[in-house]
């Protein structure tokens, strides 16, 4: 099992730039793939972002060239650096992690992103 902590959302205008954080407790880090996905209110949750494994990315289709993934396997975090945000991305941002071994989920507690002026 894997407990993962998120930071770094908040408030920001538009057009401005946010990195969210996630650090996932746990020995194996190197045994799960990482993502991350939003949900704004009345909407589905969405993928935003993933490192599936091996050194590919995915990227949800509204946020490409605007957003970037990351991980540092030595501070076991990944990182979503936001940049050109805009009202539409504002949603409470969920970070998980899939055990590729055993093909487990866990997900983070969220952070909220609100981009408004």
């Known amino acids: 099992q894997v407990q993962l902590v998120e930071s770094g959302g908040g408030l920001v205008q538009p057009g401005g730039s946010l990195r969210l954080s996630c650090t996932a407790h746990?020995?194996?880090?190197?045994?799960?793939?990482m993502g991350w996905y939003r949900q704004a209110p009345g909407k589905q949750r969405e993928l935003v972002a993933a490192l599936p494994g091996g050194d590919g990315t995915q990227y949800g289709d509204s946020v490409k060239g605007r957003f970037t993934i990351s991980r540092d396997n030595a501070k076991t975090t990944v990182y979503l650096q936001m940049n050109s945000l805009e009202p539409e991305d504002t949603a409470v941002y969920y970070c998980y992690a899939r055990n590729l071994a055993v093909k487990l989920d866990y997900w983070g507690q969220g952070t909220q992103v609100t981009v408004s002026s």
């Open positions: 746990t020995n194996n880090f190197n045994l799960y793939a």
